[in-house]
């Protein structure tokens, strides 16, 4: 026989139907979302990892200054360090035999001469000859005479081959010790001596790239930086989303989402590096999921950066300089990213011998496993996913709180029914069972309609979501185990323990103390004694004292939505701060960055564009603490750092103390981030060196647009070994015309300063409009859910109250001005929780990324946050103040058992 | 006094008090008797005389501070809590002066509540017949009367066919007539199904529907008598 007290539960789900409703559509939602961003999370991640297998993907890529001859890559394929030592012996040996052998011939040729006009001087002497001008004479004749002989004979001389011998022997020596002392430095410095230094030989392709300036609207101004690729690479292919390749040579296939974003179609003109190209197709390169101009950069941009290809014809023709990119894939794999640390590290110093002995310098180096590029956009979701499914969980666990109490009241309405039936012979499980057994119900009814709209509804958004950000490939929707695990069965666990722990504490109680409504566990405390209120006020008091743990999860409810409503609204408000602010602290409008100071003639880049100033910069790296250092959020374990050298009195960056080497002013990024201040000492180091160097903060530099240091230009180039009047580029708040494009390595703009925060507004914003609302919604259904149970547990006192006089008003207003008040009070306590939060959460987020820009909420999005759960209480007590106003007065009185 | 000879509930040395020091009460103080199986017993007292007490104790819902009680021989205090509410399960039936029915579950299912309990419940049809409440199977508790319900109660407690029945002031809330025909349900099921029915009660007049009546005072037997001139429930008079 089935337990009949199982009956009950269908009926009470119909009767108690808008409750249940409320928690299902809500359970239903929450699961749904986290379902859906589950299954696009693994639809996507199948799709990224069988266009990396298709796209023939990269395992690093490298820049290098000069183009590497076939010899060169062949040696760089083995994987083998080149012999620095050997290399720089054999320099310094040629250098040294040469500066010998011209000595030793001078000397020679000196010591011939002398020989003979000796010879000469001491025959004319011998016979009486003592005009001078007939001896120089005579020594010309001579020395026309017998040189060629005496030198041949000189050369074969026992004594000058051993005064040869020494003369090398001592040069050679010299270049020994010079080179011994500079391997010391270099080996220490590259780490070129690792005894567990292994071999990763590779295979290398050419992938060289021009950054073009690209005019989408052919307005004549650049708006985007597009990097072009031939169209026939082997290595590191796109997928097409629509259309096709580049036939010809006007044509030109452009990345699809930088398309979508800036309004190009396929078929459109665009102007690339001044010439005309037609759109063919829109693609999805597979090192490309996110539009990351460089490594480094805090976010990628899909406005201001875009990829592409044309024919090898059309790139032959570009104009700006040519980037010689090569791409290396390891012979053999790596199993996963610890494994890839150690090839790459071995690989590194490989390349970095090879690029010495070339004589090439080694500009950039990223392997795949920390490429931005395409580790971004796949960490992102993967983190996006976590993050929503821990959220999901909280809120599951608050409805599970809610159940437990919802199911606590029962228990005390059913105080007699169970006393009876523990007394007739149910067991404390059996009862158990059967008040779990709406809740776990309920949620399975809620997971199952969940994952419903999850993997069809909600997937579309998510995916779609994604697509709005990245350059992903096309995908299908792969069913997802692990995803049905996570939302069914952590939602149920949560659900069962917590409703199992609070019912069995209840249920614990003898049947006699139940028959008895003898609820409390401990004796019945003496009443707490109120203060001298007026009656109302002292009823009031009661009703919350005697309610204390519905309040507690009310409480705990609304701090945790505030908390999120804090995020929704301060997240918006903070990239439109940073936007606002950061570009008028720009000390200068463009920096162009020049890729040597001198042209191909060898002559000093200049230019006459009024106001341009000369300025030296290098990239330095700040190490993180590792113990901030969140993984999959884009930042290393370092931050690349810009050091700039500004000329005595600059016009742009306004320093006129005078600094001593070693002591720089830091940007107010920097200081923020990091938290240091005057007098604190920074260690930075060489990216791809040992080398460090060791500075003193002199001050702190008004300048939230970068992580920058700051030191006068003589000091930069004294510091970093260079010549005195060196320089990097150029300053200017005007455009520069007047320098040629191919010298040009970068211009820093207003928009790549504030391109963090557009990029981040374009691909969360909307999505935080609708947080919003969702939160809104969500704070109605807490506070209802509470509000009913509080009322309903008091509906016959409420009766009876009526049965005596009081007027629903009075009523309401002892019953819900409590709730008002808790909800007010603790918007308010929680707004300011969540801004704390959210400030922390903030720095450590930026702590993990590079760049910098803090929290930021205005007092209109302050005021909206809290309105919002103040409007969701509001909601609520409308339907309170009904269902107070429909308690019938014979409630008391029928209930009265 | 009654011959123990048979005796199938024995009440020995009984003692109970609530509460400590100054407000410590003693309700039980060493009560003695036992009850015969298939009797009909009544325990009747003023309130505070600590039958209630003394049911509850025979239920296992409650333990006495000294004394024990045995049913057939196995004694309560020997048992743990699982196998009480065991004992509770197989062989006890209760019916409270409040009905404590399941208000959304019909008259029916309320009485299936006690017959799943049970390894050898009665027929539930038949239960409904002899309760007279064949045409109120399909109502909710609340669609019914005091007395009707009632009778639920009965009928929850008499399906599992307990050993004992235990009723505790089963007439108390009703009124005269209804109390009559509640307590010659109970009659009836004591006669037809033989369990051994042990009453609560302050209304002297049921002693004389009993086998047995004990009179409880100050927490003490004081009359423990076989009742030799038994009447039939509907012939009672109050």
Not at chain 2, 171 to 187: C, H, V, W
Request: hydrophobic content about 40%; some cysteine.
């Amino acid at each position: 026989m089935h337990n009949p007290l199982m009956k009950r539960v269908p009926r009470e789900l119909l009767k108690e139907w808008p409750k249940y409703l409320v928690v299902i559509v809500f359970m239903t939602f929450m699961i749904g979302v986290v379902s859906g961003m589950y299954v696009g999370h693994d639809s996507m991640v199948a799709a990224i990892d069988s266009s990396k297998a298709a796209g023939n993907q990269e395992d690093g890529n490298f820049e290098l200054e000069k183009k590497l001859t076939d010899t060169q890559i062949k040696e760089i394929e083995t994987g083998d360090m080149a012999d620095v030592r050997d290399f720089l012996l054999d320099k310094g040996y040629e250098e040294a035999d040469k500066k010998v052998e011209e000595a030793a011939a001078s000397e020679l040729k000196k010591t011939v001469k002398q020989n003979i006009e000796d010879a000469v001087r001491a025959q004319c002497q011998a016979l009486g000859v003592t005009d001078e001008t007939a001896i120089q004479d005579a020594v010309e004749k001579a020395i026309g005479e017998n040189y060629d002989a005496a030198l041949t004979e000189a050369k074969k001389s026992d004594e000058y081959k051993k005064a040869l011998d020494d003369a090398y022997e001592k040069a050679h020596k010299e270049v020994e010790d010079k080179v011994d002392e500079e391997w010391d430095d270099i080996s220490e410095e590259y780490d070129l001596e690792d005894a567990d230094f292994v071999s990763r030989p590779v295979t290398l392709h050419e992938h060289f790239f021009h950054n073009e300036e690209e005019d989408y609207n052919s307005d004549g101004r650049k708006d985007t930086t597009l990097r072009l690729y031939r169209s026939d690479s082997e290595v590191d292919k796109a997928s097409f989303n629509e259309g096709r390749a580049p036939e010809s040579e006007d044509e030109i296939a452009i990345d699809r989402m930088h398309a979508a974003n800036v309004g190009v179609s396929l078929g459109d003109e665009i102007t690339v590096g001044g010439r005309k190209f037609k759109v063919v197709g829109l693609l999805a390169y597979v090192n490309y999921m996110t539009l990351h101009e460089k490594n480094t950069d805090l976010m990628f941009d899909a406005f201001g950066f875009d990829v592409g290809m044309v024919t090898p014809e059309a790139f032959e023709k570009l104009p700006s300089a040519l980037h010689y990119s090569y791409v290396f894939q390891y012979d053999k794999k790596p199993a996963d990213d610890i494994e890839a640390a150690d090839f790459s590290g071995d690989f590194m110093k490989a390349l970095i011998t090879r690029s010495a002995v070339y004589e090439n310098d080694l500009k950039d180096y990223v392997p795949e496993y920390l490429n931005q590029a395409v580790n971004f956009a796949p960490s992102d979701i993967e983190g996006d996913t976590s993050a929503t499914g821990i959220l999901v969980y909280i809120l599951i666990a608050v409805i599970a709180f809610i159940f437990a109490i919802m199911v606590s009241n029962t228990v005390e309405k059913e105080s007699a029914v169970i006393g009876t039936l523990r007394a007739s012979g149910y067991t404390r499980s059996e009862l158990t069972r059967h008040y779990m057994s709406m809740p776990i119900i309920v949620t399975i009814i809620g997971a199952v309609l969940g994952n419903l709209v999850g993997y069809t509804l909600f997937k579309d958004i998510v995916v779609d979501l994604y697509y709005n950000s990245y350059s992903l490939p096309k995908y299908e929707t792969v069913w997802s185990p692990s995803a049905m695990v996570k939302t069914t069965v952590i939602p149920l666990v949560l659900m069962f323990f917590i409703n199992l722990f609070v019912i069995r504490s209840k249920l614990r109680l003898s049947p006699l103390k139940f028959l008895r409504h003898d609820l409390k566990k401990t004796r019945r405390q003496r009443a707490v004694r109120l203060p001298k209120w007026s009656f109302l006020a002292r009823f009031r008091l009661r009703v919350v004292l005697q309610n204390i743990p519905d309040y507690l999860v009310l409480i705990f409810g609304v701090i945790l939505i505030e908390v999120m409503l804090c995020f929704a609204f301060g997240f918006p408000d903070s990239l439109d701060h940073y936007a606002e602010t950061a570009p008028k602290m720009l000390f200068t409008e463009n920096q162009y960055i020049l890729t040597d100071m001198k042209d191909d003639d060898g002559e000093i880049i200049t230019t006459e564009t009024p106001g341009a100033e000369r300025f030296s910069s290098t990239t330095l790296v700040q190490q993180k603490q590792t113990d901030f250092s969140m993984r999959g959020t884009g930042g290393g374990l370092s931050e690349d750092i810009t050091v700039y050298g500004y000329e005595t009195n600059s016009r742009y960056i306004d320093m006129r103390e005078e600094m001593p080497d070693g002591q720089v002013y830091i940007s107010s990024a920097y200081a923020k981030k990091y938290g240091f201040g005057k007098g604190d000492r920074l260690s930075l180091s060489e990216k791809y060196e040992k080398k460090s160097y060791d500075f003193t903060v002199a001050g702190i530099y008004g300048y939230d647009g970068a992580v920058a240091a700051f030191m006068p230009q003589d000091n930069f180039n004294r510091i970093f070994d260079k010549d005195k009047g060196d320089f990097s580029g150029y300053f200017s708040d005007e455009k520069i015309e007047d320098i040629d494009n191919k010298y040009v390595a970068t211009v820093i703009t207003r928009q790549d300063i504030t391109k963090v925060t557009d990029q981040l507004d374009h691909s969360m914003g909307g999505f935080m409009k609708v947080f919003q609302y969702v939160l809104f919604i969500l704070a109605i259904v807490l506070i209802y859910l509470l509000t009913k149970i509080i009322i309903e547990k008091n509906e016959s006192s409420i009766s009876m109250a009526k049965i005596l006089g009081f007027k629903n008003r009075e009523l309401s207003a002892i019953y819900m001005l409590p709730t008002a008040v808790t909800v007010i009070i603790f918007t308010g306590v929680s707004f300011l929780i969540g801004y704390a939060i959210m400030a922390g959460l903030f720095k450590i987020f930026m702590l993990s990324m590079d760049g910098w820009f803090r929290f930021y909420i205005s007092p209109r999005g302050a005021i909206l946050s809290m309105l919002f759960m103040v409007a969701g209480y509001l909601v609520v007590s409308l339907a309170d103040f009904r269902r107070i106003r429909k308690i019938p007065m014979d409630e008391a009185l029928k209930n009265i058992e | 006094m009654a011959g123990e000879s048979t005796s199938f509930l024995e009440i020995r040395n009984l003692k109970k008090s609530f509460g400590k020091g100054e407000t410590r009460q003693e309700v039980l103080r060493g009560m003695d008797f036992s009850v015969a199986k298939g009797e009909f017993c009544v325990l009747l007292g003023p309130s505070g005389s600590g039958k209630s007490t003394l049911l509850n104790i025979i239920g296992g819902i409650d333990t006495p501070d000294e004394g024990y009680i045995s049913i057939n021989g196995d004694k309560l205090e020997e048992m743990d809590e699982k196998a009480i509410t065991l004992y509770r399960r197989k062989h006890l039936g209760y019916v409270f002066q409040m009905y404590n029915l399941i208000p959304n579950l019909n008259v029916k299912e309320n009485i299936e509540v006690g017959a799943y309990l049970s390894d050898n419940p009665l027929d539930v049809d038949e239960i409904l017949d002899i309760l007279g409440l064949a045409d109120h199977r399909y109502k909710y508790p609340n669609q019914l009367s005091g007395g009707q319900q009632q009778r639920v109660s009965i009928g929850r407690a008499v399906v599992k066919n307990p050993d004992i029945l235990m009723c505790d002031e089963p007439t108390g809330a009703l009124d005269y007539k209804t109390s009559k025909e509640i307590l010659a349900l109970i009659e009836n099921c004591n006669r037809k199904y033989g369990n051994t029915v042990v009453m609560v009660t302050h209304n002297e007049a049921i002693r004389r529907m009993a086998d047995h009546v004990i009179r409880l005072r100050d927490g003490m037997v004081r009359q423990n008598e076989r009742n030799i001139e038994k009447i039939p429930a509907a012939e009672l008079e109050w």
